[in-house]
């Protein structure tokens, strides 16, 4: 899949959001790589379980204050990783929606087994 078409179907997932939320989102930005590099690079195990799919990088909303910077919190999405763990383009819209809904899911302040519920 083209960047140009997986950062679309990244759109499409952020435009779904409910309003609600959507409207809540300040000073966030999403970042498509192919995989982890630099600090977030993780070893990439053979099972696609173990893929890192997406990550938040920042600050809880639930953890900020006024003194917070104005560097933006970012999520990333990693479309190598969710490349390999789908086989269709089907799946990987799913995949990429769940993917935004949890990593937006850490920028509200949910933890892991709350995520779970999204």
Excluded: W
């Excluded at 999520?75 to 990593?103: M, S």
Aim: hydrophobic fraction near 35%; include cysteine; glycine fraction near 4%.
């Amino acid at each position: 899949m083209t960047r140009a078409r997986f950062e679309q179907l990244v759109e499409e997932a952020l435009a779904e959001l409910p309003a609600r939320y959507r409207e809540r989102l300040e000073n966030i930005v999403v970042i498509v790589e192919d995989h982890p590099r630099g600090p977030r690079r993780r070893k990439q195990a053979s099972e696609d379980e173990d893929l890192l799919l997406g990550e938040f990088v920042g600050t809880p909303r639930t953890e900020k204050s006024v003194f917070e910077t104005a560097f933006p919190d970012q999520i990333f999405l990693y479309q190598k990783n969710i490349e390999a763990v789908c086989e269709t383009e089907e799946e990987i819209r799913e995949q990429v929606r769940l993917t935004v809904l949890h990593e937006l899911g850490h920028y509200f302040g949910l933890e892991e087994d709350e995520l779970e519920h999204l």
